[in-house]
């Protein structure tokens, strides 16, 4: 039997590859562009050739592996391997991810949504260590979390428990692709803090970063936010000041729901780190349940973008070690 576990973590951008071993210590890794546009079939063979070329040059079989996990955004049937759709990923629909790759590769393959899998990554490894309930958010280019309560991460009837990004937080907001409208994670994330960015010059006013842009808006991007929140630009001050205020009311619910004891922030745009987050802090001091909020702290993640391939891996064994109990 194999002793090695493979980590995936498929983003709209990239695929990342890291193979273990079996105490999770990282021998070998590889990236490259998802190329998302192209389909499903293609990315599929993208990811397939990564992990051949990976294990080729590492001189290791399928054999020396036992089994697999991989990250994937959107919305997945997790029990049978299928994702369902992805917001960001064109033709993309009911794609039998685990069946593909299990008859392509013999290896036992397993599924779960991006931002679960950053949890098991910080939580067995990173920030969340040796803690019982902890709730995982994931700011990237859209909002995901994830929870661990009472010491197991939750599903839910659907698999969809922890999808914060979805909470409503206007009756009449901007439209999400889940088919509502005024979703969270329309606003909290870089699409969303961009598109509010955006909404303010359209109304005429100005920033420093219009000048760094030539007045293209399109190519303005979450770090000249923070660049420009740096050197005092009132209009991005205000935006982040909004972003981070709407992400503290969403996290007023969750708070009441999950009673976590951290809270770890992920994804790229935490970089922002308290630039956006003194704003949310602000709002969960004078909103949030006393006591569950005074149990709680609130820490940006550790492992960086490498948590969802070890997050990944670490799932895949722990759902082969209860096949195999
Ligand atoms: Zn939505």
Redesign the pocket.
């Known amino acids: 039997m194999g002793t090695y576990y493979i980590g995936v973590d498929l983003g709209g951008t990239n695929i990342k590859v890291s193979v273990f071993h079996e105490n999770f210590r990282k021998v070998g890794e590889k990236r490259t562009p998802t190329e998302v546009k192209y389909g499903s079939e293609h990315v599929l063979k993208r990811i397939y050739n990564t992990i051949t070329e990976l294990l080729e040059e590492m001189k290791l079989t399928a054999e020396d592996i036992r089994c697999m996990g991989m990250g994937v955004p959107g919305i997945l049937d997790i029990k049978n391997g299928i994702s369902r759709f992805s917001p960001n990923f064109p033709k993309w629909e009911e794609v039998p991810i685990v069946a593909w790759m299990e008859n392509h590769l013999g290896i036992p393959t397993f599924i779960d949504n991006d931002a679960r899998v950053n949890l098991y990554g910080e939580w067995r490894f990173g920030a969340g260590k040796n803690r019982r309930n902890v709730l995982m958010i994931t700011l990237g280019t859209g909002l995901g979390g994830a929870a661990v309560v009472d010491g197991r991460v939750i599903y839910g009837a659907t698999g969809s428990a922890g999808e914060i990004?979805?909470i409503n937080m206007y009756r009449q907001g901007r439209e999400?692709?889940?088919?509502?409208s005024g979703?969270l994670?329309?606003y909290v994330s870089a699409l969303g803090i961009l598109r509010t960015f955006r909404e303010k010059v359209q109304e005429g006013r100005r920033s420093i970063i219009c000048d760094w842009v030539k007045d293209d808006l399109e190519a303005v991007t979450a770090d000249m936010l923070s660049k420009a929140y740096d050197e005092g630009d009132p209009l991005v001050i205000e935006t982040m000041q909004e972003t981070g205020e709407l992400l503290g009311y969403g996290l007023c619910a969750v708070f009441s729901l999950y009673n976590p004891e951290i809270i770890i922030v992920g994804g790229g745009m935490s970089n922002m780190g308290d630039r956006l987050l003194q704003y949310t802090k602000d709002v969960l001091d004078s909103h949030a349940l006393r006591i569950p909020y005074g149990a709680c702290t609130i820490v940006t993640a550790v492992l960086g973008d490498a948590a969802g391939m070890l997050g990944a891996a670490v799932y895949a064994k722990e759902q082969m070690d209860k096949i195999h109990s």
């Open positions: 990004g979805h999400c692709r889940c088919g509502s979703c994670g329309r």
